[in-house]
């Protein structure tokens, strides 16, 4: 959990306040890096949709589709880019009942040679591995374990600017924050492609994480 999420149980359950601490999830680096090897992301990688014969710019999204992953948001995003002549390709994984509004939307805004929506995958991690930048663009957020895994990766990582995203990234030291807009979002994207990003060591964070929960619980 997060320190918002925390806030709010605190206001909900005010005789809990002295009796929670925050604990961020904690994540194995190792098995992360093993399962993206496992496998491949074969629709990346293909013709239709993939970097190999168009040079694109591959972008990956897991997350359900539901009103507050705004993946209604990312499709706008994904048809300005297209207009300005970014070359890029944004994947989605995950299922939900907005699917079909979804590919409406896809196919009003033109975007069908460029936002695919991949469904559901039992090994994400493959896909991680073959972006190149990971996005989590939503309306809300705890602490988003596949923005975790994406920066174990080595992803660079675009995210919504809520709570829960700007704590993570702050944690993590990298990342760039964008207001849930199409516009901000494509200006998000753009940048990230552009810049070098801080690289973290999530090994030395979780240790240090869990330094100071010892510290505080004795």
């Known amino acids: 959990?997060?320190?918002?999420?925390?806030?709010?149980?605190?206001?909900?359950?005010?005789?809990?306040?002295?009796?929670?601490?925050?604990?961020?999830?904690?994540?194995?680096?190792?098995?992360?890096?093993?399962?993206?090897?496992?496998?491949?992301?074969?629709?990346?990688?293909?013709?239709?949709?993939?970097?190999?014969?168009?040079?694109?710019?591959?972008?990956?999204?897991?997350?359900?589709?539901?009103?507050?992953?705004a993946i209604d948001i990312a499709i706008h995003a994904m048809a300005l880019m297209k207009q300005r002549g970014m070359n890029v390709k944004w994947y989605v994984l995950g299922d939900g009942s907005l699917r079909r509004h979804l590919e409406k939307e896809i196919k009003m805004r033109d975007v069908g040679d460029c936002f695919f929506l991949l469904g559901?995958?039992?090994?994400?991690y493959p896909y991680m591995a073959a972006c190149d930048i990971y996005v989590q663009e939503t309306r809300f957020e705890g602490f988003c374990t596949a923005i975790t895994e994406a920066v174990v990766?080595?992803?660079?990582?675009?995210?919504?600017?809520?709570?829960?995203?700007?704590?993570?990234?702050s944690f993590f030291g990298t990342g760039v924050?964008?207001?849930?807009?199409?516009?901000?979002?494509?200006?998000?994207?753009?940048?990230?492609?552009?810049?070098?990003?801080?690289?973290?060591?999530?090994?030395?964070?979780?240790?240090?994480?869990?330094f100071r929960l010892k510290k505080e619980l004795r």
């Open 1 to 69: 959990m997060s320190g918002y999420i925390a806030q709010g149980l605190k206001k909900i359950f005010p005789s809990c306040k002295e009796k929670t601490e925050v604990f961020y999830n904690f994540t194995d680096e190792a098995w992360i890096k093993e399962k993206a090897r496992q496998g491949k992301a074969v629709e990346m990688e293909s013709e239709k949709g993939g970097e190999e014969d168009t040079g694109a710019l591959k972008l990956l999204t897991a997350a359900r589709l539901e009103p507050v992953k």
């Open 120 to 124: 559901q995958r039992e090994n994400p």
């Open 177 to 210: 924050l964008t207001r849930l807009t199409p516009e901000a979002i494509a200006e998000g994207i753009e940048k990230a492609w552009k810049e070098e990003m801080p690289k973290a060591d999530i090994t030395s964070r979780q240790a240090q994480e869990l």
């Open 153 to 169: 990766l080595g992803k660079k990582v675009v995210a919504s600017d809520c709570a829960g995203n700007k704590e993570q990234l």
